[in-house]
C-alpha cells in the first residue's frame, strides 16, 4: 500500500522556522522525483519545490527562494522541507507529491502550516 506521511506542520510565530518531513512507503522511493506543493484557502495548489531522485537538481519557487531548502534520504525514503523566515503568506496546507516519468503519481494528505502572532 502506498503511503506519503507528511509531518512537522504546526502553528509558528512570523520570522520562525519548520521543517516538514514526508515519509514515502509502499513504492521505490529512489525511483521518484519529489516536490512540495501548497495550497493556501481560497486559492489553488502551487508548486514550492521539487528534487529530482537523486537530489542533483532542486528548483523552486520564486516566493520561496533564500527562504525554504528541499532534500531528500532515499534511505529513509523521506524528504524533507526546511523553511526559515516564515511570513503570514506561507500560511496554507503542504502535500508531498511522486511523480516520475512513465510511472503513477502519488500524494500525500497534507500537514497544515500556520504562520501567526
Known amino acids: 500500500q502506498v503511503q506519503l506521511v507528511e509531518s512537522g506542520g504546526g502553528l509558528v510565530q512570523p520570522g520562525g522556522s519548520l521543517r516538514l518531513s514526508c515519509a514515502a512507503s509502499g513504492f521505490t522511493f529512489s525511483l521518484y522525483a519529489m516536490s512540495w506543493y501548497r495550497q493556501a484557502p481560497g486559492k489553488e495548489r502551487e508548486l514550492v519545490a521539487s528534487i529530482t531522485r537523486g537530489g542533483d537538481d532542486i528548483i523552486y519557487a520564486d516566493f520561496v527562494k533564500g527562504r525554504f531548502i528541499i532534500s531528500r534520504d532515499n534511505a529513509k525514503n523521506t524528504v524533507y522541507l526546511q523553511m526559515n523566515s516564515l511570513n503570514s503568506e506561507d500560511t496554507a496546507k503542504y502535500s508531498c507529491?511522486?511523480?516520475?516519468?512513465?510511472?503513477?503519481?502519488?500524494w500525500g494528505q497534507g500537514t497544515q502550516v500556520t504562520v501567526s502572532s
Open positions: 507529491k511522486a511523480h516520475q516519468t512513465f510511472r503513477p503519481t502519488y
